[in-house]
T-cell receptor, first 116, second 115 residues
C-alpha cells in the first residue's frame, strides 16, 4: 500500500501569489486531515474531512485559506495571497477512523511552503 | 480547552541510557492518548495509543501507561539506541460525536542519542 502522497514537496512563492497543495490519502481511509508545522507553533490542526464532507475547519485561518475534497482520492489546500508568515510545512494525514484505529493518523512527508 | 504539555524540549542521552519523556494532559473524561515519532524530512508516525486508565501502550521498545490520577502518559524506553534520535509527540484524541479523529499535539521533545 502506498502511503499518503503529497505534492509538491517544496514550493516557493512570492508574497501575494497563490499556492495550492495536493494530498492523495491512503485508499480506503475515510478521514483526511491537514496540519501545519512550524518551529514556533509546532503541529497545528487546520481542517478535517470525513467521507469527503468537511467536519471541522476550526484551525483554518478565516481569510485566504480554503480546503476541498472533491473526491475520495484527493484533497487540496489553497492559500490565496500568500504571506511570509504562511511559510511552513503543510502535512496531510489520513485515517481509517474505525474503533481502535481512530486517532491513528498516517502522515505524508509534507509540502514545504516558502513565501519570499 | 483540551491541551497536552511535554515538559522537555530536548533530551540528550548516551546509547543504552533509560529514557523518560514527560507528558501531561488537561481534558475531561477519558480521552485517548497517543505517542507519535517524527524523523527528519518525514511526517509523524504513530507509535501507540491508550484509551483507558492504567492501560499500557507499547511499540518498538517504547511504552507509556495512561494515568488518570496524575493526568499523565509518560514515554519510557529502557535502553535507547542512536536510531531512536527523533522528535516525539504526545497527543490527545478528539471528542466522540464531533471531531473524533482530530488530535491535539504537544510541543514535541527532541531526543538526541549520542553513540
Amino acid at each position: 500500500n502506498a502511503g499518503v502522497i503529497q505534492t509538491p514537496r517544496h514550493k516557493v512563492t512570492g508574497k501575494g501569489q497563490e499556492a495550492t497543495l495536493w494530498c492523495e490519502p491512503i485508499s480506503g481511509h475515510s478521514a483526511v486531515f491537514w496540519y501545519r508545522q512550524t518551529i514556533v507553533q509546532g503541529l497545528e490542526f487546520l481542517t478535517y474531512f470525513r467521507n469527503q464532507a468537511p467536519i471541522d475547519d476550526s484551525g483554518m485561518p478565516k481569510e485566504r485559506f480554503s480546503a476541498q475534497m472533491p473526491n475520495q482520492s484527493h484533497s487540496t489546500l489553497k492559500i490565496q495571497s500568500t504571506q511570509p508568515q504562511d511559510s511552513a510545512v503543510y502535512l496531510c494525514a489520513s485515517s481509517l477512523e474505525t474503533g481502535a484505529n481512530t486517532g491513528q493518523l498516517y502522515f505524508g512527508e509534507g509540502s514545504k511552503l516558502t513565501v519570499l | 480547552g483540551d491541551s497536552v504539555t511535554q515538559t522537555e524540549g530536548q533530551v540528550a542521552l548516551s546509547e543504552e541510557d533509560f529514557l523518560t519523556i514527560h507528558c501531561n494532559y488537561s481534558a475531561s473524561g477519558y480521552p485517548a492518548l497517543f505517542w507519535y515519532v517524527q524523523y527528519p524530512g518525514e511526517g509523524p508516525q504513530f507509535l501507540f495509543r491508550a484509551s483507558r486508565d492504567k492501560e499500557k501502550g507499547s511499540s518498538r521498545g517504547f511504552e507509556a501507561t495512561y494515568d488518570k490520577g496524575t493526568t499523565s502518559f509518560h514515554l519510557r524506553k529502557a535502553s535507547v539506541q542512536e536510531s531512536d534520535s527523533a522528535v516525539y509527540y504526545c497527543a490527545l484524541g478528539g471528542r466522540r460525536g464531533s471531531a473524533l479523529g482530530r488530535l491535539h499535539f504537544g510541543a514535541g521533545t527532541q531526543l538526541i542519542v549520542i553513540p
